[in-house]
């Protein structure tokens, strides 16, 4: 098995923030050392057993799709070697997990695209008839499909917090009409694009979220990771039906065990078994392998 990486620890660079998954670090005044570690979180804990090679996964497919969508919107990609922005001591922190990206100004704004009814949007459409104030039609069962895709934004929490749905109005309320206008543009056309591709794989992406940066000029760009099974639901499409929660290519193995355990879902959590990892690892593999292939 892959040797699993918890948590960087590079010197020679100024260390940023630490996320759930990833390590910041800044390269001079304009750009970022981003390293994907292999830490997974469920139930918005940080756990204390790596997934081995996750971070690789989510490294080489949010590379994969920037290349793709990149007609759509400029991205945060520089094409530096990260090797090249650390010792010769820390390239092994890097290699194959780790990407140079341009320094900008996030949007403090979740861009979600749903195509499908599942998740946090069944509940709000069980309630409410809609999600994030978008009237859907009457009737729709869990996990069915939407008559288009649709723009649901989430306002970003103070970590450790669920992300709250919030609606476009909020949207224009931070950022102003013109550019919240370009982000939902920007993420449905994404979405669909993307989920056009996936499907002729075999893979049905459900929903993700995209962060958008703005440059020194104030353009938009895509950033962050992109279409992973960490920021998206994929499902093979083999399994797919209405009115049940199809399985994912994701960390499900590792929230399901957890539910069987005795857990309020507040740190520490339960230690993993090496078989939830593995097969968490290989599941995390076979939706690269499948997309890529």
């Known amino acids: 098995m892959l040797k699993a990486l918890h948590q960087s ?5 100024p260390l940023l923030a630490r996320g759930k998954v990833r390590d910041m670090y800044a390269v001079g005044d304009d750009k970022l050392l981003i390293v994907a570690t292999d830490r997974i979180s469920a139930f918005d804990v940080i756990l204390d057993d790596p997934v081995p090679g996750k971070g690789q996964v989510l490294t080489e497919l949010t590379e994969f799709w920037l290349n793709k969508l990149a007609h759509i919107l400029p991205n945060h990609s520089t094409g530096i070697d990260p090797a090249d922005v650390v010792t ?70 103070e970590f450790g917090e669920h992300d709250e749905n919030v609606d476009f109005g909020y949207v224009v309320n931070q950022v102003g009409s013109e550019l919240a206008e370009a982000i939902r543009s920007a993420t449905l056309c994404l979405y669909s694009e993307a989920a056009q591709f996936a499907a002729d794989k075999g893979i049905i992406i459900s929903d993700t979220k995209f962060e958008f940066g703005l440059d020194e000029q104030g353009q938009l760009h895509l950033m962050d990771e992109v279409l992973t099974p960490d920021s998206s639901r994929f499902w093979p499409a083999s399994e797919y039906a209405v009115g049940i929660s199809p399985p994912s290519f994701d960390k499900q193995f590792v929230r399901d065990w957890l539910e069987t355990q005795t857990w309020d879902k507040t740190p520490p959590a339960p230690r993993l078994p090496a078989d939830v990892l593995e097969k968490t690892a290989a599941k995390y593999r076979e939706a690269a392998t499948r997309l890529m292939a």
Not at 9 to 13: E, K, Q, R, V
Not at 107 to 118: C, H, K, P, Q, T
Request: with cysteine; aromatic share 6%.
């Open 88 to 157: 010769a001591q820390e390239r092994d922190q890097v290699q194959g997990r780790a990407v140079v990206v341009k320094r900008l100004k996030p949007i403090l704004v979740e861009a979600v695209a749903r195509g499908y009814l599942i998740g946090s949007g069944w509940k709000d459409y069980q309630r409410t008839g809609s999600i994030c104030g978008v009237a859907l039609p009457p009737g729709l069962q869990q996990a069915s499909r939407l008559p288009e895709p649709i723009f649901t934004p989430a306002a970003k929490a």
């Open 9 to 13: 620890s590079i010197t020679s660079l």
